[in-house]
């Protein structure tokens, strides 16, 4: 394998870990909810998440930001494994400098079916347009 090659497929290792504002990871067995309160603009936002039901390598969720509920299903495949969260509203105008907004990335990792647990991390990307503080909750 060529050098060129081989820097080429590590890029992707380096830019994802400096990618995000704040990252953290949590372990969660069935039905155990995880509060995480983020700040931002001046405002509170709540987000709670858990898990209910592990089926076929698929993991159902229910996720709840701000008084919106999701229920998505989430694989430990990659680009099945994560669930996009906006912070904040997309701006009606079409300009392109404001659409890029704050936004959250809740990703499973991994299945432990012997600890029926689940590993899951929370990335918070907010483009250096806001101060955003987060806070693990239970």
């Not at 290792?13 to 400096?18: I, T």
């Not at 969720?61 to 509203?89: E, G, T, W």
């Not at 918070?124 to 806001?130: D, E, H, L, R, S």
Request: aromatic residues 18%.
């Amino acid at each position: 394998m060529s050098r060129v090659f081989r820097f080429f497929l590590l890029i992707p290792f380096f830019a994802s870990a400096q990618m995000w504002d704040h990252k953290a990871t949590f372990v969660l067995k069935k039905d155990q909810l995880q509060h995480v309160e983020i700040k931002a603009q001046g405002r509170d936002h709540h987000l709670a998440f858990r898990w209910t039901l592990y089926k076929n390598g698929g993991l159902v969720m229910h996720v709840s930001y701000d008084r919106q509920n999701f229920q998505p299903l989430l694989y430990a495949k990659y680009r099945k494994n994560s669930f996009r969260i906006d912070l904040f509203s997309k701006p009606v105008d079409g300009n392109m400098a404001n659409y890029w907004t704050p936004y959250a990335l809740l990703q499973f990792k991994v299945f432990d079916p012997k600890k029926r647990e689940a590993w899951f991390d929370l990335l918070i990307k907010g483009y250096g347009k806001n101060e955003i503080y987060f806070e693990k909750g239970r």
